[in-house]
């Protein structure tokens, strides 16, 4: 056996096995003065994990989680609700957790992946309930399809909770390190140039030359892991800019890991550059709020997770207010575009969070910009604010002297400067729809490494690249080989915003930030923020990936709730004269005969039930207006109450479940027969080695992108750029024609 140590120019024989095996000591048998204390919980400085002596020596686990980010919480804790011995490797344990950027969770499209996340007992939900200090439903004058949760967290609490909960979580262990190798193994009898030949395969048509069998610290440990999952974030070959500094660094004071970026180019992984940015930090004792209106919470507040009926700081959530550039501020920064290395153009930032440089050049016609004045925390913890809207990485005093051109920022004092960041990415074509790579078994990649942007895709990849690292750690398949492949969380577009997001980076690339959106999806209205759980629950349940029993038992008594609250709705049968009569003249309805229930008035337009009435608009700062309208031309409906007496004592979460439900159903019907079309063109699998060069009616073009991207679907080829009808069409009957010969379903 061989095992090459990526990064390396050398080959190392048997060079796992004859490591010493030392026994690692978790975190909570350490006092908090670093001695022995099999009672105590942490460390007090949360330091190496194992004596620095014995830094050689192995550990042996089934999953190996690289980074501490949203992306990597996510990941080790859900390869070890899968049931794998899990360990969580990042530079600093006191890090693991920390909100770089915006301290806040959720928004449009962002939120319903929050709630996906928590829907299969994820982290980050649960942790923002308990650390948000501002809560709002964003797009809540619309349809709920495109309803965005968002909360405003505290940086202290978040990152506490987090630590707290990883460092107790069975089946996981927490790691000080950084990784600077991948361990692979290949097969003896490929020689150097088919290795060669390996490593320039094009991104999309890799094909597996290696296994992966653990990493190598820095500090020369080796851990050996089944499966090794990276979500390196903007660590991977991480630069800061300000101005025109620049140097490696992952995040303002701490380091890039540059070791392992070489790895994987030695591997064969094509890696790109992407940037993104963070605004100045301020002082929030120094501004001026007097001038600046008031953005308010929601009243009450909606939690993210589904096992929250409430959060802890209700009753004292804080007030963020909104400000705005002004074209003082803007001459100042367009003088000094010269000064800045982050904004040129080879290296592409996020379209959607723009720097406040990129919106001056975009948008030259536009005098203002709007900033939202968002404080990082209760105030007991924290005094510095969060601009969000001015993102920048001009030099430090450029930064303080536009800032003073902002009014109620007059007389601001900068705690942190605004900066930029360039970091490593690989092609999300690489990967498979499990997130595993095609080029090396075993390996996943997470988050940012894939091109994405935001807290709320780095953990969603984080816990379908972690569940099926697990997964496939513990499988053992059985003598007789009835079930070789192991069971795998896989979702596709109609299952949700996580489907939404793989599906899109693994058969279109990326070549900007990547970022969810609702209008990504073709099914919004049976994807909403409200349904997750009924969505996704039981489906990472019947993985072993719910651990918490209470969240079982929750979603039975939502169903059983639902259910009863839709039959109160349609137990209240009348004819349309009885309807008319209690409608009374101000209202028409249809004349025709036939018996309707309440739950067909609700439908229809004629009864509604404001189930957001007494929610806060943040807008205006006044009670919600929002009701279930009725159809164009028909007059103001009736509450539902009227005509059903017990609907009143119907919880109100409830309510909105079966009142959304019922206004869309005849939407939603439709919408599950795409849904049913869908799946049938996903159910036909497509080889990965299809020729499609033999497929003649093919043009050109057609040929290439599918030979570069190889999808895994008939469904994900037809939503390829560029391949026309025809081209599907040919390809369908080509693969129904030698379905034998690949072994593939019609």
Not at 611 to 632: I, L, Y
Not at 652 to 665: C, D, F, K, S
Not at 690 to 705: A, G, M, N, T, W
Request: charged residues 25%; proline residues 5%.
């Amino acid at each position: 056996m061989l095992l090459r140590i990526l990064g390396r120019q050398q080959t190392v024989l048997h060079s796992i096995h004859t490591q010493n095996k030392s026994q690692i000591i978790p975190t909570r048998c350490f006092s908090a003065k670093g001695s022995f204390n099999r009672q105590t919980a942490v460390t007090n400085s949360h330091d190496m994990l194992y004596n620095s002596a014995n830094a050689s020596l192995s550990l042996d686990c089934d999953v190996v989680v690289i980074g501490g980010g949203h992306a990597g919480c996510e990941a080790c804790s859900a390869a070890a609700r899968a049931g794998a011995k899990a360990v969580l490797v990042t530079q600093k344990l006191d890090t693991i957790g920390e909100m770089s950027c915006n301290p806040s969770f959720g928004g449009i499209g962002k939120g319903i992946l929050v709630r996906e996340v928590d829907a299969m007992d994820g982290l980050c939900g649960r942790m923002a309930d308990l650390g948000g200090v501002q809560f709002r439903i964003l797009n809540r004058s619309k349809g709920p399809a495109v309803h965005g949760p968002r909360a405003q967290v505290d940086r202290v609490i978040y990152k506490r909770n987090m630590l707290e909960t990883l460092e107790s979580y069975p089946g996981l262990t927490l790691k000080s390190g950084s990784v600077a190798d991948i361990l692979l193994e290949r097969p003896t009898d490929i020689d150097s140039l088919a290795l060669k030949r390996l490593a320039s395969q094009d991104s999309s048509s890799a094909q597996a030359s290696s296994t992966v069998t653990g990493v190598r610290l820095e500090s020369g440990e080796i851990i050996r892991a089944r499966k090794v999952v990276i979500t390196t974030g903007t660590f991977l070959g991480g630069e800061i800019h300000i101005g025109l500094k620049a140097f490696p660094a992952g995040r303002k004071g701490e380091a890039a890991s540059i070791g392992l970026s070489k790895s994987l180019k030695d591997a064969g992984f094509r890696l790109g550059r992407m940037k993104t940015g963070t605004p100045p930090r301020l002082d929030g004792r120094t501004i001026d709020y007097s001038c600046m209106p008031k953005q308010l919470g929601d009243i009450p507040p909606t939690p993210f997770s589904f096992i929250h009926d409430s959060v802890p700081h209700a009753d004292n959530q804080v007030l963020c207010y909104q400000t705005r550039t002004t074209s003082g501020a803007h001459d100042i920064i367009r003088a000094n575009f010269d000064k800045s290395i982050h904004i040129r153009e080879t290296v592409r930032g996020p379209r959607y969070c723009p720097s406040i440089e990129s919106k001056i050049k975009r948008f030259s016609e536009k005098e203002s910009h709007v900033i939202w004045i968002e404080p990082e925390g209760l105030p007991e913890h924290t005094d510095t604010v969060y601009p969000n809207g001015i993102s920048n990485t001009m030099p430090e005093d450029v930064q303080i002297q536009f800032l003073r051109q902002i009014p109620g920022l007059e007389n601001v004092t900068m705690t942190q400067p605004g900066y930029g960041v360039e970091y490593d990415h690989i092609d999300p074509r690489e990967l498979k729809r499990n997130l595993e790579t095609k080029r090396v078994n075993g390996l996943y990649m997470a988050g940012q490494i894939n091109g994405t942007t935001g807290y709320e895709e780095a953990a969603a990849q984080g816990i379908l690249a972690g569940a099926n690292a697990g997964l496939s750690a513990v499988h053992r398949p059985s003598s007789d080989g009835s079930d070789a492949k192991p069971p795998q969380l896989e979702l596709d577009r109609s299952d949700g915003y996580l489907g939404v997001l793989i599906d899109d980076l693994i058969t279109r690339g990326v070549e900007e930030p990547y970022r969810v959106f609702t209008a990504r999806s073709e099914y919004r209205l049976t994807s909403r923020a409200d349904n997750a759980d009924l969505r996704l629950t039981r489906r990472a349940a019947a993985l072993g990936l719910v651990r918490d029993p209470s969240r079982l038992a929750r979603l039975d008594s939502v169903e059983a709730d639902v259910a009863t609250a839709q039959a109160l709705l349609e137990r209240v049968v009348l004819s349309p004269n009885n309807w008319q009569a209690k409608f009374g003249s101000g209202v028409q309805v249809c004349h025709d005969g036939q018996l309707r229930s309440a739950f067909d008035m609700v439908r229809m337009g004629f009864l509604r039930d404001n189930v957001w009435a007494g929610a806060r608009d943040p807008e205006n700062a006044e009670p919600s207006q929002q009701t279930q309208q009725p159809r164009q031309g028909r007059p103001a409906a009736r509450s539902v109450s009227d005509f059903v007496p017990e609907w009143s004592d119907v919880p109100l979460g409830i309510r909105r479940r079966v009142i959304t439900e019922t206004m869309y159903l005849g939407y939603i019907q439709r919408q599950q027969r795409e849904v049913t079309s869908f799946k049938r063109d996903e159910s036909l699998q497509l080889p990965t080695d299809i020729d499609y060069s033999q497929i003649r009616v093919l043009s050109r073009e057609e040929v290439d992108k599918l030979s570069s991207v190889r999808p895994d679907t008939f469904g994900a080829a037809k939503r390829l750029d560029g391949i026309t009808p025809g081209g599907i069409l040919a390809l369908l009957k080509y693969v129904r024609r030698n379905g034998h010969k690949h072994n593939v379903a019609s």
